[in-house]
Every structure is written in C-alpha cells, then in structure tokens.
C-alpha cells in the first residue's frame, strides 16, 4: 500500500462495499458450548455486529496433532455467523503453537536477553526467525486459507495477533544466525560493520560474521549500534514473518485483503509500524486506554498516529475495551459515556471499524477479568446496553465511512529510530521518555484547541505551517538537509534538547551539539545539563523545566532569546531560542516543559507560525476537533474531554450524532457530536 493509493478495504459479503462502518469483536467460540453460539449471534444481531475477528487462539482446535485436522467446529462457526449476515476477519490462527509442537520441538521457543528459555503455558512462544515455526505456522495458514477462501463470510484475513507483542526480542541461535544475515546485507564487509559499530571502542573489532552475536546479557553496557541494529533486525524480522504468511494468503487468495492488528499504544516500541505499514492492505491497530492524566490525550496521539500509518486513508480499530482490562496495576471501569467517546474519537482519526476485545467476557483463562461486549453479567448489563447503542450511533455515522483525514496545519514528528535510540543506556540520562515528549506536545495542542497531525520523518513536511520535532535524536544528513529545506521554504520548525545529536549509526556529529541542526538552530552546546529527579529549572516565562537543560550559546546573529533561565545552573542563558529564517523559523526548546508548560510555549509558535484553532475561543481546550473529509462534505467530530457539560457555539453543520444544534450545541460530559459540513457551505 502506498500513501497516495487508496488501500483495499474489507471485502463485505453483501454489496455494501464501503456504506458502513465496522463494528464487531474477537470471537472466540471455542470457549463456549455450541449453543451458546446461537445466543452469540442473537445477540449480535441486536447489537449491530457485522462483523467478528475468528480463531485467533484457535491452533490447537484446529490442528489437535501433527498430523490432525479439525474443521469442522470452524466450519459451522464460519455458517452461522454467514447465515445471520456477520462477516469475518479471520486469523491465520499461528500465535500460539500448541503443547504437541513445543513438545515436538522445542527449539522454537523464545530466549531472553538473559539465555532464559521462555516456555510454553502463555503464547507467543515462538521465535520469529526459527525455521520450524515458520514450517508448521506455514502449513497452518495454507490449511486455513484452503479451507476457508472461497467461504462467503471471509472478509479479510488476519495475520497471527499483535505480532511482536511478547516475543519480538528473542536471542536465540536461531536469532543470532538470522541476525548475522540481516548485518551482511546491511554492510556488506565486516569492515563497514566495524566502522558503523565504532569497535574500536572496548576491542569489539570483529575478524568474521560468525563472531557476531545478539547483545545478550554482557558484563557491561553493550555496543550501542549492535543495540541500535538489533532493534532495526528485530522489527524486520517479524516484518519477514508477517511477509511469509502474506505470501501464502495472496497466492492462495489474491482477492481477500490482509491485515495484521499493531499496537500503536503506549509504550509499545518493539515494531516499527510506520515501515510494516506498506505490507498490508489496510492498517488495523489495538488501543487500550491507559490509566493517567493524559489518557484521552494518549488514545488520541495513538488514533492519529494510526491515521499517518495508513497514509490518511481509513484503518481498522480491531480491539479496544468496553469497560476495564486485566494488565494494568489497577484495572479501572470506564465511566459513563466513556466507552462511546473512546470508541468516537478513533472514527474522527480514521478508524472505519470498532472492534473490541473480545465480543463474551471468558469464564476461564487469564483474561476472565477483561472486559467484552457481553460481561459476565449477560446482556442485561449497562455494557451491553451501551454496546446496542454504539451499534445505532456507528450506523448513523455511515456516511463517514471511506472518508479521509482531513490535514491539520500543523504537525509532530514521530520517528521509530529516535526512538530506540534516545532511550539507550549510558547516556546523560536515564529518565528521558521518547514518546513521552511527543504526547506532551501533542497535549498542548489540544489544550490550545488545535488540531495537528502526527507524522513520520520520511513524510512530506512541506504540507504543514509549523512542524514540531521533539527528541530528534538521530538525525542522518539527509533528514537535516529536508528540515533546512523546510525551514528555506518558509516552514517553522521547533525541535527540542538531545535533538540533532546522532547520525544513523549513532555516532555524534561532532564540533558542538546539537551538531545535524546547530546551523540551522544558530545554537551550539558544549555540556548538556539534565537534571536529577525533582530538581527544575525556572524560565522567565513563568513555567519551569525538569529533565533536561543545555548550556546554549547563541552563535547565530540572528538568533532571538524566546526565554531564559532563571535558576539552577544555565540562571541567565538561554532556553528557548529562535532563529528567523526568510519568511520561517528554526527554534530551539532545551528542556522538558511538559504538557501544561508548553502552552505559553505553543502559543508563542502558533503566533510566529500563523497557525489557529478552529473551533471557538470559549471551547478550546475543552473540546477537542478532529475532521474527516469526503467527496461533498467534511466531517467535524467535537469531543468533550471534560466531565462537564460544554455549550459549544457558532459551530453550523448538519448534526449526525449527538445533541440537536438549537441556541448552540451542549455536550454532555465525555460526548462527542459529528457534525456535517457541505464543502463551499
Ligand atoms: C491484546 C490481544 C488480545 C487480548 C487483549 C487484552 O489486544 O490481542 O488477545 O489479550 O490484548 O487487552
Ligand atoms: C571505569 C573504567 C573506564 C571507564 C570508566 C567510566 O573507570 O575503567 O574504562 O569505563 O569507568 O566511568
């Protein structure tokens, strides 16, 4: 899939091929009796349900032994659902190997970073580069796509489950040979592997392929480029595996579409999703709501997120909650109304599917305290009420379906590489979180009520009037040469501490930091000043910093000094700092602000750079607006992320859900209303 193309979509059975939105779940029938499976789509039906993600876990079912196979439940799971109109997203049913294959062989099971066998009696036990897993794994998806091609209900296929959600580091001897591939391939000779690694640090320098290994447990910090690499070949190597069993899906079924669910979400950082994106039909993404102040803001920078992914076009939300999860230290219920907002703000990023995990609440099992569509207290439950009124209010929505992100002016740039990176050990400090930073600037716009776009560094900056680069640690010349280019052509760039520090092999641009950006900055740093835990620089803003500060001297003439310090060791040198270039900016925030300090911050820049909110003064911050755009009209989604009610006026559109536009429009607490408006109204 590439940006610009619009990317195949669910293949419904029915003709409807785009008039709807999704809604539906994880089906997982093989924890039930056969006849609660016609209460299930009873049920289902009463909720709207179109359609179900099947046999995700369903491996051992369907495969007992080696050389057994057991269809026949599936068969008529797979008739049912068709029969009551209820699609499938069916998985390929790989991502738990069952006990007779670890059994088997046992050589496909996981090794941690400390040589400890991860073992059967949980999933994902399965090594993404072992030859044998991959052979019987194989053999399953072509079973399943045998069987199940040409059934009416198939929708797409699901490839395996949120890979890499426990097994993407795996240094295993499988791994470490896989590993010593993927380094050929990147450098050709061992001497290039040298020169990148910098091995003449500790007397690593390496005389043959074979000598090289995963950075296992070591007797100190191992080589940060081996670290760095091993992240990039872990990524690609369940990116290979995902390729594998796409492979067999489109030569067996070239008409069916394939997906595979990311985590897009928290810290998740293992898969670099921005470069999996293109192996798939449409994008699909599981989001659970993180308990924290910034929750909302955290699903919300995860839905746009998600949106870059898939390029703009639509994706598909495969799981969420209804209610609590089981994993988190304490698993909270969600409010009134929370579930629908939740459910509402992935749509308004782009989202033409609401999915959740999983459609009946399991009686057994270690996810038994998870939440469903249908809990442990049946239907007659406000869960399911509220899932029946989802049902209508996503049916309402229809005409939102296949529509596209609107662009904001305004963008933050999320890099996978930073990323992994940034957070390596032995570096000034432990504390700095990549994603954290970005979720702070991405909470400020909202409290400023505007919209931005969260984006990759390969993307096209030249859409955007101001572009926020936080924590851009590696930094290769040519991205430096596109953000001076940007800034040429009149774009304002703000980038922030422990930003332009590294190329792509982490090696330092030397002569003064932050060295890719120091001329386009007009700043240099000789020391960095991060900050012990508690401690905080004041700024003559008015807000103070932790984290972080830089002793900044300003080289450039044309530099102006946005805010100062006022305590601790940098007290009377610069903090932020601005460069004018031509009718753009280039400017420089040297410490960590967090979300409530980057507001006088953000303002500034949106002032210089021209950017506004759309929405009304008096609902900015309240209300937070994300548009979807189609052929005749866009769509304005307004969420209240308050728990109060928000009177919202001189917003005109033709109301698609949610309270009637009269004197003005009030939201309840945590309700959204969709809104459309004509294009050239
Ligand atoms: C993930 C998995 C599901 C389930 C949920 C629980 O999304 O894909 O199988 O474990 O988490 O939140
Ligand atoms: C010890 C080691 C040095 C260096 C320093 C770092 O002193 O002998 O090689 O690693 O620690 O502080």
Same mark, same amino acid.
């Given at each position: ?6 990317p195949?979509w ?18 997982n ?10 209460d ?14 099947l ?38 049913a ?48 072509r ?49 290039r ?8 640090f ?90 924290g ?19 703009g ?15 988190q ?8 109304g ?14 033409d ?23 442990? #207290? &049946?239907?007659?439950?406000? +869960?399911?009420? =509220?899932?029946? %009124?989802?049902?209508?209010?996503l049916?309402a929505? /229809? *005409? $939102? ?31 700095l ?14 409290? #400023? &009520?505007?919209?931005?776009? +969260?984006i990759? =560094?390969?993307? %096209? ?7 926020? /680069? *936080? $924590? ?25 501490y ?38 905080r ?26 805010a ?56 900015a ?42 004197a ?18």
């Open positions: 899939m590439t940006a610009h193309q619009a195949r669910l293949r419904w059975p029915s003709d409807t091929s785009r008039g709807r939105l999704a809604f539906g779940a994880d089906y029938p093989e924890q039930w009796p056969p006849e609660v499976w016609q299930d789509v009873r049920a289902m039906r009463r909720a709207g349900v179109n359609i179900v993600s046999a995700i876990f369903s491996w051992a079912r369907l495969q007992p032994r080696a050389d057994r196979w057991a269809f026949d439940w599936l068969d008529q799971v797979m008739d049912l659902l068709h029969e009551n109109g209820i699609a499938v997203d069916l998985a390929t790989t991502a738990s190997p069952p006990p007779w294959l670890t059994t088997a062989h046992p050589e496909i099971l996981p090794v941690d970073h400390d040589g400890r066998t991860l073992w059967p009696g949980a999933r994902q036990h399965w090594r993404p580069t072992s030859p044998v897993f991959r052979e019987h794994a194989l053999r399953l998806v079973a399943m796509a045998e069987r199940y091609g040409g059934h009416p209900a198939l929708a797409a296929w699901h490839v395996n489950n949120e890979l890499g959600c426990h097994n993407v580091y795996d240094f295993s001897d499988d791994a470490a040979a896989a590993f010593r591939t993927w380094l050929r391939k990147r450098y050709g000779t061992i001497e592997l040298n020169r990148a690694w910098a091995t003449t500790w007397s690593q320098e390496y005389g043959a392929w074979e000598e090289i290994l995963p950075p296992r447990l070591a007797a100190s910090y191992p080589n940060p480029t081996q670290q760095l690499d091993f992240k990039r070949f872990s990524s690609d190597a369940l990116k290979d595996y995902l390729r594998a069993e796409r492979s067999v899906l489109t030569e067996l079924t070239p008409e069916i579409p394939v997906t595979t669910n990311f985590m897009v979400m928290g810290e998740t950082k293992g898969m670099d999703f921005a470069d999996w994106a293109r192996e798939l039909d449409f994008v699909s993404n599981d989001h659970y709501l993180l308990t102040p910034q929750a909302q803001d955290e699903l919300s920078f995860s839905a746009n997120l998600t949106g870059m992914l898939a390029g076009e639509p994706w598909f939300l495969m799981e969420h909650s209804t209610s609590a999860v089981n994993w230290p304490v698993n909270l219920a969600k409010r009134p929370g579930m629908a907002r939740d459910s509402l703000t992935h749509v308004a990023y782009g989202a599917a609401v999915c959740f995990f999983q459609w009946r609440q399991s009686a057994g099992g270690a996810e038994k305290y998870h939440s469903a569509m249908i809990p442990h #207290a &049946g239907t007659d439950s406000e +869960v399911f009420r =509220s899932i029946v %009124d989802l049902g209508a209010t049916e929505l /229809a *005409p $939102v379906a296949g529509t596209r992100r609107r662009r904001a002016a305004a963008a933050i740039v999320f890099d996978w590489d930073s990323w992994w990176a940034s957070e390596l050990d032995s570096h000034p400090t432990s504390r979180r990549y994603r954290q930073e970005a979720l702070d600037w991405f909470s400020a716009f909202a409290a #400023a &009520g505007v919209r931005v776009d +969260v990759g =560094s390969a993307d %096209d900056f030249s859409h955007y009037d101001l572009l926020v /680069a *936080p $924590v851009l640690y590696v930094v290769p010349r040519a991205l430096a040469d596109r953000l001076s280019a940007y800034v040429a052509d009149g774009g304002h760039l703000v980038t922030t422990f930003s332009g520090i590294v190329d792509e092999n982490d090696h330092v641009w030397l002569g003064g930091h932050p060295g890719a950006l120091r001329d386009l900055l007009g700043i240099r740093i000789e020391e960095f000043g991060p900050l012990l835990d508690g401690d620089a004041d700024l003559d803003l008015g807000v103070s910093g932790t984290l972080w500060s830089d002793r900044i001297d300003v080289t450039g003439s044309d530099v102006k000094v946005v100062s310090y006022t305590s601790g060791d940098q007290a009377g040198r610069p903090a932020i700092t601005t460069r004018p270039v031509g009718t753009g900016s280039a400017s420089y925030v040297s410490t960590r602000l967090g979300p409530e300090g980057l507001r006088p911050v953000l303002s500034l820049l949106l002032t210089t750079s021209g950017v506004r909110s759309e929405l009304p003064a008096a609902v911050g309240a209300v937070e607006l994300a548009v979807r755009t189609g052929d005749d009209a866009d769509y304005w989604f307004l969420i209240n992320r308050t728990d109060e009610s928000v009177v919202v006026d001189g917003v005109a559109g033709e109301v698609l859900r949610g309270p009637c536009l009269a003005g429009l009030t939201l309840g607490p945590r309700q959204v209303c969709v809104l459309r408006r004509p294009h050239g109204s």
